[in-house]
């Protein structure tokens, strides 16, 4: 597929540019259309920004605002890459795994398969707020983190339910018949979505079936989360960025911190990030830098940029960068020895420091930290 650069290079309705489970051409509002439109049509004249109002008025708004997170370039060439890993290289691995999955993708749709997307598609119109919307449409997926699916992804040993231990704890099981399982996630929902949409009945009770399911959900966690030891991860796209600037002797000469816009994945926060850094070094005029970072892929493509074509837009900005210092190294640490930046990172998300700004010397309240990491 394509990835996009200034948009040059590849044709709107004709190229596979929109990454959803496979490559895709992004779908069409109307019916007339211009087939040789290109990508670098959509983009403001002579910047490197989409035209908003042009995006959304062409595509649907799911695929609108898709199109707008893409960066863009001026002068950088849209590359195929392979979007079936990360860093957009093929390989054997995930060759093999297509093979393994291209023949499902072509099925034909059976009776059941299509009632099933005619229930999952009635949850955006149940009149609630959007968290319920999300909640409901994670549980007709199975991406609820219940026993039964953790087990399923050898996450956990025991599919048992917590609060009743007699039966497999299944989302079904969890939100509607706990103890005892009776019926199919699906003729639940079909159930339900008949009740809400009875106008015999009060709205006083239709309007609530949503929230009584998020509530007993919420229960659940309580329950299972502060009433025994485990391990809780809240995955946020928010996200913190930090660095710390030291001399040859090891002494901080400055640090910074700043909350980073919303991104895909912590790769692309971690190239967020460096990118920020680099650019205020640059500013604060240092001649050499040497870059030590905790994540070994971040270093690798900073490194090999070639092998990872799917990021080439961010890589190309930041070598731009690097190329402005008289020389530049790259090498990977251990996260224990850049505790400092990570703890100033954190305070964004953790502590809600959303203020960016830049110190000189270390932190005072990480003195003795600074301290060990620059033996």
């Known amino acids: 597929m394509k990835s996009i650069g200034d948009g040059r290079d590849t044709y709107v309705w004709m190229d596979k540019w929109i990454l959803d489970n496979h490559p895709r051409a992004p779908y069409r509002m109307q019916s007339v259309f211009q087939v040789n439109l290109r990508v670098l049509d959509l983009r403001e004249a002579g910047q490197n920004q989409w035209d908003r109002g042009k995006v959304q008025d062409l595509f649907p708004s799911d695929d609108a605002k898709l199109i707008l997170s893409m960066p863009v370039k001026e002068g950088h060439r849209d590359p195929y890459i392979w979007p079936y890993t990360n860093s957009g290289s093929y390989s054997v691995k995930s ?28 949850v955006w119109q149940v009149k609630t707020v959007p968290k319920i919307k999300k909640f409901l449409w994670r549980m007709l997926f199975g991406a609820l983190a219940v026993s039964e699916r953790l087990a399923s992804r050898g996450c956990s040993r025991d599919a048992m339910c917590l609060r009743c231990g007699a039966q497999s704890e299944t989302i079904c099981h969890t939100l509607f018949v706990c103890p005892v399982a009776r019926e199919d996630m699906e003729k639940n929902w ?32 309580t329950l299972i989360f502060q009433g025994k030891h485990g391990l809780y991860v809240n995955w946020s796209r928010m996200s913190g960025g ?45 001649p050499k830098v040497e870059v030590a970072l905790d994540s070994a892929l971040v270093v690798e493509a900073l490194n090999n940029p070639a092998v ?54 270390g932190p005072s309240r990480l003195h003795e930290q600074v301290k060990i990491e620059a033996v």
């Open 190 to 221: 079909e159930h339900l979505l008949v009740i809400m949409q009875d106008t015999t009945i009060p709205d006083s009770i239709r309007f609530v079936i949503p929230w009584l399911l998020w509530g007993i959900w919420k229960h659940r966690n």
């Open 242 to 286: 930090a660095w710390l600037a030291r001399n040859a002797h090891g002494q901080v000469m400055y640090h910074a911190r700043t909350a980073l816009p919303a991104s895909e994945s912590r790769f692309v926060a971690d190239l967020q990030c460096l990118l920020w850094a680099l650019e205020a070094l640059v500013i604060l005029q240092i």
């Open 95 to 122: 060759g093999y795994w297509l093979l393994q999955t291209l023949p499902s993708m072509y099925e034909p749709r059976n009776a059941d398969k299509v009632k099933q997307n005619e229930l999952k598609a009635k």
């Open 308 to 361: 990872w074509p799917r990021f080439s837009l961010m890589l190309g900005s930041i070598h731009e960068i690097l190329s402005k210092f008289a020389s530049w190294r790259a090498y990977t640490i251990d996260a224990a020895e850049n505790s400092v930046a990570r703890a100033i990172a954190k305070s964004v998300t953790k502590d809600g420091h959303f203020q960016s700004y830049l110190s000189l010397g």
